[in-house]
């Protein structure tokens, strides 16, 4: 509703005079933090007429009690509806939980879908939520982490994946069948709403706010790192296969599970995974998020030194991550100590001439410059300029002239 009738519900609800206009502003913050649906409104004024709080206090109530206040049966409005906002989703949700237990084969497999939907996506961001995700999990499946033998020691994405939605034609493409049918359910619900034809699906912050709350505190657990396993399987090694598009949907679906997380008090520390904890890191950074991507680098590099040894190709890349994010942070005293350390292993591991050298000289020229460190960043940008030179050249086609920009 808009915002000026949702005032007038809510100080109607509160039994308060919507003339006296030194209410307007406490009521507006109010509505806006519910979102202007009407029921959670007249809820919130039948709370304040009640006596406990008033007006002005209510939003301080509202944030460390959100669940009882939106759920308990005593403030059902001043309406005829007699239901709470909480009440009347967890209606629809008893609904779906019979229909899954249908004879209907076809009916409850898309009911239990719909239920496993709902719980994943209350671990995701309410908005922009894109099959794509499911999507490139499903195809993911069958591509193997590169060295994954030597990297058997550390957890991987995989051990926590659920597999419910997952699987793949015969053609290797996923199997979208048992998801759409999913989705169906909870539209009919309305308790998700389809924002575009290309599959992208968002919730009512409320009812996405709900979705979580009534999980029991082990369940908030379980679910949030299942939504953290299905993220870290969606991304390939190489970002560029995928759309720098739907990177940017990404991040945002990331940060939101970060921050459920610690809310669910499980920092990141307590479920490892390696080939998760890297991705993201490496996400975070690319999306300009330096200093929440600093705290997974730092825990990628920290748990690889000790289980993997320095010298492992897997503990110089965490390095040189690492390195990379310092300097965007503009901590480039950190980013050189780094840097030196990966120019010197690459150069003793794979040779002066091998491409992830010349990339480790690079970025160290980089620093020095930003370090103001110019004549050592000569030298570097001199050497890289020539072993590229000569790098490309035996790439090029024999009797062909290459051009190097």
Same mark, same amino acid.
């Given at each position: 509703?808009?915002?000026?009738?949702?005032?007038?519900?809510?100080?109607?609800?509160?039994?308060?005079?919507?003339?006296?206009?030194?209410?307007?502003?406490?009521?507006?913050?109010?509505?806006?933090?519910?979102?202007?649906?009407?029921?959670?409104?007249?809820?919130?004024?039948?709370?304040?007429?009640?006596?406990?709080?008033?007006?002005?206090?209510?939003?301080?109530?509202?944030?460390?009690?959100?669940?009882?206040?939106?759920?308990?049966?005593?403030?059902?409005?001043?309406?005829?509806?007699?239901?709470?906002?909480?009440?009347?989703?967890?209606?629809?949700?008893?609904?779906?939980?019979?229909?899954?237990?249908?004879?209907?084969?076809?009916?409850?497999?898309?009911?239990?879908?719909?239920?496993?939907?709902?719980?994943?996506?209350?671990?995701?961001?309410?908005?922009?939520?894109?099959?794509?995700?499911?999507?490139?999990?499903?195809?993911?499946?069958?591509?193997?982490?590169?060295?994954?033998?030597?990297?058997?020691?550390?957890?991987?994405?995989?051990?926590?994946?659920?597999?419910?939605?997952?699987?793949?034609?015969?053609?290797?493409?996923?199997?979208?069948?048992?998801?759409?049918?999913?989705?169906?359910?909870?539209?009919?619900?309305?308790?998700?709403?389809?924002?575009?034809?290309?599959?992208?699906?968002?919730?009512?912050?409320?009812?996405?706010?709900?979705? +979580?709350? /009534?999980?029991?505190? %082990? *369940?908030?657990?379980?679910?949030? @790192?299942?939504?953290?396993? !299905?993220?870290?399987?969606?991304?390939?090694?190489?970002?560029?296969?995928?759309?720098?598009?739907?990177?940017?949907?990404?991040?945002?679906?990331?940060?939101?599970?970060?921050?459920?997380?610690?809310?669910?008090?499980?920092?990141?520390?307590?479920?490892?995974?390696?080939?998760?904890?890297?991705?993201?890191?490496?996400?975070?950074?690319?999306?300009?998020?330096?200093?929440?991507?600093?705290?997974?680098?730092?825990?990628?590099?920290?748990?690889?030194?000790?289980?993997?040894?320095?010298?492992?190709?897997?503990?110089?890349?965490?390095?040189?991550?690492?390195?990379?994010?310092?300097?965007?942070?503009?901590?480039?005293?950190?980013?050189?100590?780094?840097?030196?350390?990966?120019?010197?292993? +690459?150069? /003793?591991?794979?040779? %002066? *001439?091998?491409?992830?050298?010349? @990339?480790?000289?690079?970025? !160290?020229?980089?620093?020095?410059?930003?370090?103001?460190?110019?004549?050592?960043?000569?030298?570097?940008?001199?050497?890289?300029?020539?072993?590229?030179?000569?790098?490309?050249?035996?790439?090029?086609?024999?009797?062909?002239?290459?051009?190097?920009?």
């Amino acid at each position: 509703m808009e915002e000026n009738d949702a005032i007038s519900l809510l100080l109607k609800a509160a039994c308060l005079d919507e003339s006296q206009e030194d209410l307007q502003a406490d009521a507006s913050k109010i509505v806006n933090e519910l979102f202007c649906i009407p029921l959670a409104i007249d809820q919130a004024g039948a709370f304040i007429a009640f006596g406990d709080t008033d007006l002005r206090d209510y939003l301080d109530e509202y944030s460390q009690y959100r669940e009882r206040l939106l759920s308990y049966p005593a403030f059902k409005g001043a309406s005829r509806y007699n239901r709470t906002a909480y009440g009347t989703w967890e209606l629809s949700f008893k609904e779906i939980q019979q229909r899954a237990k249908s004879d209907d084969s076809q009916r409850a497999e898309a009911a239990k879908s719909a239920m496993f939907l709902l719980t994943v996506f209350a671990f995701f961001h309410f908005d922009g939520i894109t099959e794509e995700i499911f999507s490139y999990a499903a195809t993911q499946e069958h591509k193997q982490d590169r060295d994954n033998e030597q990297r058997s020691a550390l957890p991987l994405a995989r051990s926590i994946k659920d597999h419910t939605l997952l699987q793949l034609h015969n053609t290797g493409k996923w199997d979208n069948f048992i998801f759409k049918e999913g989705v169906q359910a909870l539209l009919s619900f309305s308790l998700i709403k389809l924002v575009s034809s290309k599959g992208i699906y968002t919730m009512h912050p409320l009812v996405h706010a709900w979705g +979580r709350d /009534r999980m029991s505190s %082990e *369940d908030r657990q379980k679910y949030c @790192l299942m939504a953290y396993g !299905l993220l870290a399987s969606s991304l390939p090694e190489d970002f560029d296969e995928q759309p720098y598009q739907f990177r940017r949907i990404f991040v945002t679906h990331l940060r939101a599970n970060i921050q459920h997380s610690v809310m669910a008090k499980k920092e990141m520390v307590d479920n490892y995974l390696d080939d998760a904890h890297e991705k993201f890191g490496r996400m975070l950074s690319e999306q300009g998020y330096a200093g929440e991507a600093e705290k997974f680098q730092i825990l990628v590099l920290d748990v690889r030194s000790r289980t993997l040894g320095a010298s492992h190709k897997d503990t110089i890349r965490a390095m040189g991550n690492l390195s990379g994010t310092y300097w965007s942070l503009g901590k480039y005293g950190d980013a050189e100590k780094l840097g030196i350390k990966v120019l010197d292993m +690459r150069n /003793r591991l794979v040779g %002066e *001439d091998h491409p992830h050298t010349i @990339l480790a000289m690079g970025n !160290l020229a980089s620093t020095y410059m930003s370090l103001g460190k110019y004549a050592d960043a000569e030298e570097l940008e001199i050497k890289v300029l020539d072993m590229r030179n000569r790098f490309l050249a035996l790439q090029s086609p024999k009797g062909n002239r290459l051009l190097v920009m």
